[in-house]
């Protein structure tokens, strides 16, 4: 995988430039600490041929004592770098995960319906940590190695010019093949990253349908599917350690040869009479410390493997955009909305039959529509155009006169709300179900609405009130009390369209009551368009719209069309939607 440097270098600098003075710190540490690591070894030599010319213990004690001080605050900086590197790491990698959630969301449907939920947590939160390293140690880690390297072969430069040669030849050979054979490796980081997310994906959906693959006989193919992966899984996994052991081998192998070449350029000078064995072990310790950057280069290069195959999957992700463009800006009016599709079709893909037809029809604001329709028809697509999940694929949707396309998603999405029968609770307070985060709703207002919702003695009976944690999924609670949270959410909006899908079919009687008053109190001052598949929520409607195959079948005034025994509406009611509309 060959990735610019450039990207490296900006995603770097894009996450860390909040966090510059806890870099700079960084920076500082690892400075000082290669120049410890870099003025030790001659105390050695100072110390051993001090020792053999005779020197007396006091000068030899001095000697020990400051080589201890200087290895001691060695350690205690490079403890302390770790602990700032990992802050510095964990930062950024959050910012990233953020803006990469931020990112996704704000992409449209055709987007969301291709990827799993637990594809999508892997890429979101897998990849990302895996470039944890890349932020908090990589960068600073490789430089500070190319300069303890660097500084090393200096100074056997100025002990012997044959051993300054010889050992950096050595060095760069040997970081010449290792950066070779990240090339080689890195591709097969990449399968494996991909396949992580394809595995949790099939986990994260199969585990969300149990109940429906038990029920249909469908866990021995569903555990072959399971095989088949892993599997796969495993081959990528094999490839990419056994590249990862060819470096390990490669590493063994080079500096062995690396610490060969040292005592043979030693024992030639030492013989010669040309150095003393202080200065003969300082040429070893130099190797040693030599072959210490390069192999923490070595699994630096293993994180890069990651980290290269990580970024180019997040970046992939960051280039995706949206379809549906947010519009410069035109302000939807407040108060109750008027509803206008303009010869609006709409196809989900190019090659598609098309889901809408030349769809128009106007609803005046404040009143309220039926919408009819057999499954497959449309109605639900219907919804998602007037929420912008999706554009037209020709012609124009307004609410309040103003088009979609030329309102800010953020305003529209504002005023219009929608409860379905599939209602998504977060694992969060009731406070934040109900707000969605939004600290600034004060208490009394949600109180108030649960109260007019009749969810008042339900909430007065929880242990701690709004503070109450709500499972994911609405586990715990029943589908009545799921679905009036759900209009408990939608007065607190206060939109001027709401849109309905058949809210009540799920619920018990007693509840039902309680949503159809709610249902009344919602509706007023505001338009409302009912997705109905039941004679008792068609008669709130004032308008009735039949959809037929992505076409306006039949539309026009409840009353009149049910008083026309020509009319499809009127034919409806005589053999019951239930019935017609399955």
Known sequence: MNIPLRQYINLLLGYLRPQWARALLLALMLLLSIALQLVNPQFLRRFIDTAVAGGTVDTLLGIAALYMAFALGNQLLSAYSRYVGENVGWTATNLLRA????????????????????????????????????????????????????????LLWRVNWMVGLGLTLFAVGALAIMLRIREIASPH?????????????????????????????????????FHEITRGWLVFQ??????????????????????????????HLYGRGEITIGTAYLIFNYTELIRRPLEQIRTQMQDLQKAAASISRVRGLFDIRSRVKDGPGDHIPRGALDVTFDSASFTYEEDDEPVLHDLSFHLEAGRTLGLLGRTGSGKTTLARLLFRLYDPTEGDVRLGGVSLRAATLADLRSRVGMVTQEVQLFHATVRDNLTFFDSTVPDERILEVLEDLGLGPWCRSLSAGLNTEIASGASGLSAGEAQLLAFARLFLADPGLVVLDEASSRLDPATERLLERAVDKVLEGRTGIIIAHRLATVHRADEILILDNGRVLEHGDRKRLAADPKSHFCH???????????
Not at 120 to 142: P, T, Y
Not at 253 to 259: I, K, R
Not at 572 to 582: I, N, R
């Open 189 to 225: 980081w990449a399968a494996v990253r991909q396949a992580n997310a394809e595995f949790y994906g099939f986990l994260s959906e199969r585990l969300a349908g149990t109940e429906d693959i038990r029920s249909s006989g469908g866990v021995a193919y569903v555990m072959r599917r």
């Open 572 to 582: 409806l009611l005589e053999v019951g939607l239930e019935e017609l509309l399955a």
């Open 238 to 267: 094999r490839k990419a350690g056994m590249a990862w052991s060819a470096l390990w081998m490669t590493n063994v192998f080079v500096f062995a040869l690396g610490t060969g070449l040292a005592f043979a350029l030693s024992a």
């Open 99 to 154: 803006d990469l959630a931020e990112h996704c969301l704000r992409l449209d449907m055709g987007f969301q319906k291709t990827r799993t939920p637990g594809e999508m947590i892997e890429r979101i939160d897998g990849d990302v940590n895996a470039l944890s390293n890349f932020f908090s140690q990589f960068v600073v880690g490789v430089l500070g190695n190319l300069i303890l390297l660097v500084g090393a072969l200096v």
